[in-house]
């Protein structure tokens, strides 16, 4: 029951707390992977002027979960979902993004909604990550 409530806590948190309780740390990242996907699928992608804040894109391009506490800007609220990808615990994870095609909205979205040189980066930053990663787990 411990281990249930530590993973339930912190699902969605910046940061899961340390904890030597292996079960514990299994389940709180297994229910945080699963409940980015659903966030990133129902996410609701619609036009958007706004532009991305430096210290969000700067954060973004290093590859970081994006603090709430930082994001100005709906763009900045989009790409925070996009951030999602950097804090993946499980290949079955990002296994299931690529399967079910869960980045080509966001990538979409982007591509019509930001310079091309942000898109560029953007674009270039997650698929590098989730290249490097998948090599990872292949080891």
């Known amino acids: 029951e411990e281990e249930i409530r530590f993973a339930i806590f912190h699902h969605n948190k910046y940061a899961i ?18 409940d980015k996907l659903v966030i990133m699928q129902e996410v609701c992608l619609e036009g958007d002027d706004s532009k991305i804040s430096s210290k ?12 709430r506490h930082d994001i100005k800007t709906g763009m900045d609220e989009k790409l925070s979902y996009l951030a999602f990808v950097f804090d993946f615990n499980f290949k079955e994870s990002v296994i299931f993004l690529e399967k079910y095609h869960i980045l080509l909205p966001y990538f979409e979205f982007l591509k019509h909604n930001l310079k091309w040189e942000d898109y560029e980066k953007i674009y270039q930053t997650v698929m ?6 998948k090599k990872e787990w292949l080891c």
């Not at 707390?17 to 699963?34: G, H, M, P, Q």
């Not at 590098?128 to 990663?133: A, D, F, M």
């Open 17 to 34: 707390a340390n904890t030597l309780e292996s079960n514990a740390l299994f389940y709180a990242k297994l229910i945080r992977d699963v």
């Open 128 to 133: 590098e990550y989730i290249t490097k990663r």
């Open 56 to 67: 969000i894109m700067d954060d973004f391009l290093e590859e970081k979960l994006l603090d």
